[in-house]
């Protein structure tokens, strides 16, 4: 039944739902929380902008965590007085958040949402409640990476070669390779123009989205494969945080050498 409404088949559903179980028991388990906390911290230990809460051990248990407490306040609120300077570095230590634990540590926040992060005013950024915690294998990681390259390029065949790899594209309608096409041209644009500021005049990415979204009922053989469903989800909650910072960045040149990194790592060349 539910396959039916959402027009996808039954085993495509039951993977969803085992992903959601598993997800959901690790997020009520705060040592599982603790861990990832303490992974993070000492990932981000060094990296300048962004910043993780440290716990307290000897104070935690499976019921309570107990950790630093982060300054800064949430987006809305540093929205009312941050300086255009501030919104830039908030939104540019966003986005470095994502690709170093997407492309770096191969581990990523799950829960994208507003309320999971603190911004400082100079815009350092904190990063809160790692409960729900997606990791991925190298390999992955490097065939999303050059999904992204052959798509921002223009390289057609490569990427829809790519997306079948992946399990993103299973038939050879050509009417469902058009539209998965056109779908990554709308989440390259921004990766293609030089300088892109997101929520400025220029973005009607939200938009295009909006418009091709109906026409993918129509194609089920377009899947979202189940570690992209998580990426996806992050760019878009990211997203959403870069549009109401209005942030302009050049997002080619800064996501280039992670995307070339990863690649590298995967083909055994770093
Ligand atoms: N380490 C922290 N420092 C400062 N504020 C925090 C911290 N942890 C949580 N908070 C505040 O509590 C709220 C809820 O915490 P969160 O870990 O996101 O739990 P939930 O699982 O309920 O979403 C956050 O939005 C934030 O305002
Ligand atoms: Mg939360």
Redesign the pocket.
């Known amino acids: 039944m539910t396959g039916k409404i959402l027009q996808r088949d039954r085993a495509e559903v039951d993977m969803i739902f085992d992903e959601i179980r598993e997800r959901l028991e690790e997020e009520l388990d705060y040592y599982n929380e603790a861990a990832n906390l303490n992974f993070f911290a000492n990932a981000f230990r060094d990296v300048p902008g962004i910043r993780v ?1 440290a716990t307290h051990p000897s104070l935690c248990t499976g019921r309570v965590l107990t ?4 300054p800064g306040k ?1 987006l809305e609120e540093f929205l009312k007085d941050a300086d255009e300077r501030a919104r830039q570095q908030a939104g540019l230590n966003l986005a470095r958040s994502f690709f170093v634990m997407v492309y770096e540590l191969r581990a990523l926040h799950a ?1 994208p949402h507003a ?2 992060y ?1 911004f400082e005013p100079d815009g350092t950024l ?1 990063i ?2 790692f ?1 729900c915690v997606k990791r991925f294998d190298e390999y992955f990681v490097a065939d999303y990476a050059r999904v992204a390259e052959h798509g921002i390029a223009g390289d057609k065949h490569t990427t829809l070669q790519l997306l079948r790899k992946l399990g993103g594209l299973c038939s050879e309608d050509p009417g469902a390779a058009e539209l998965l096409w056109e779908l990554v041209e709308i989440m390259a644009m921004p990766f293609r123009a030089g300088k892109f500021m997101a929520g400025g005049p220029e973005d009607d990415l939200q938009e295009r989205t909006r418009n091709i979204g109906p026409r993918f009922l129509r194609y089920p053989e377009i899947r979202t494969p189940r570690d992209m469903i998580y990426l996806h989800r992050a760019l878009g909650g990211i997203y959403s945080m870069l549009r109401r910072l209005q942030v302009s960045a050049n997002w080619r040149a800064l996501s280039r050498p992670y995307h070339e990194q990863a690649i590298k790592r995967a083909e055994g060349r770093v």
């Open positions: 809460p950790m630093d407490r982060l949430p829960d309320g999971n603190l904190g809160l409640d409960g």
